[in-house]
Antibody, heavy 122, light 108 residues
Framework: EVQLVQSGAEVKKPGESLKISCKGS????????IGWVRQMPGKGLEWMGI????????RYSPSFQGQVTISADKTISTAYLQWSSLKASDTAMYYC???????????????WGQGTQVTVSS | EIVLTQSPGTLSLSAGERATLSCRAS???????LAWYQQKPGQAPRLLIY???SRATGIPDRFSGSGSGTDFTLTISRLEPEDFAVYYC?????????FGGGTKVEIK
């Protein structure tokens, strides 16, 4: 079974750093891009960026460029989403998902991880 | 960036009825590169449709997708109780990938 399992919920203070993870199993992790999607409370889905674990080629949405860092460790089939200085507006659910498709770095997402809730509050 | 506008925002229907959800793009989506997802409260999104009309593995045939260019439709032929959820479209013809704002299908 293809599965993405994300790290647990986090509660942080503004200005703190954070790295959340997404571990893939049941498929060749290096053969597919992994994407990250934000969902703010009560809102819709926003694409943040994608990474190709094979060589760590990374593409960011213009809205998130410079705000977060996406990385991967192919040796342990894990992708990461990282903040250097959190803000209250980073409070959201974050999903990772495998990218499928026929075009380079473009596609649909399946499956999705269960999500990681990040809460930033003083 | 391609902006996807979903309508209506909320659809109030009864079980057994037909649901028709719209996703309109601000510019043409190349090669019918459009997907649909279902999200239930407290759950991650689930892929329903890709390529505008291809059902994902395990998705019942009451779900169908159609459209091309700038206008796409997700149809649920007969609503089952488990279909009441929020539905999102996503285009992947052009970077950045973008999602629509969602349509909530609620019980009337």
């Amino acid at each position: 079974e293809v599965q993405l399992v994300q790290s647990g919920a986090e509660v942080k203070k503004p200005g703190e750093s954070l790295k959340i993870s997404c571990k893939g199993s049941g498929y060749s992790f290096t053969s597919y891009w992994i994407g990250w999607v934000r969902q703010m409370p009560g809102k819709g889905l926003e694409w943040m960026g994608i990474i190709k674990p094979a060589d760590s080629d990374t593409r960011y949405s213009p809205s998130f460029q410079g705000q977060v860092t996406i990385s991967a460790d192919k040796t342990i089939s894990t992708a990461y989403l990282q903040w250097s200085s959190l803000k209250a507006s980073d409070t959201a659910m974050y999903y990772c998902a495998r990218l499928l498709g026929y075009s380079f770095a473009l596609g649909w997402f399946d499956p999705w991880g269960q999500g990681t809730q990040v809460t930033v509050s003083s | 960036e391609i902006v996807l506008t979903q309508s209506p925002g909320t659809l109030s229907l009864s079980a057994g009825e037909r649901a028709t959800l719209s996703c309109r793009a601000s510019q043409s989506v190349s090669s019918t590169y459009l997907a649909w997802y279902q999200q239930k409260p407290g759950q991650a999104p689930r892929l329903l449709i890709y390529g505008a009309s291809s059902r994902a593995t395990g998705i019942p045939d009451r779900f169908s997708g159609s459209g091309s260019g700038t206008d796409f439709t997700l149809t649920i032929s007969r609503l089952e109780p488990e279909d009441f959820a929020v539905y999102y479209c996503q285009q992947y013809g052009t970077s950045p990938l973008t999602f629509g704002g969602g349509t909530k299908v609620e019980i009337k």
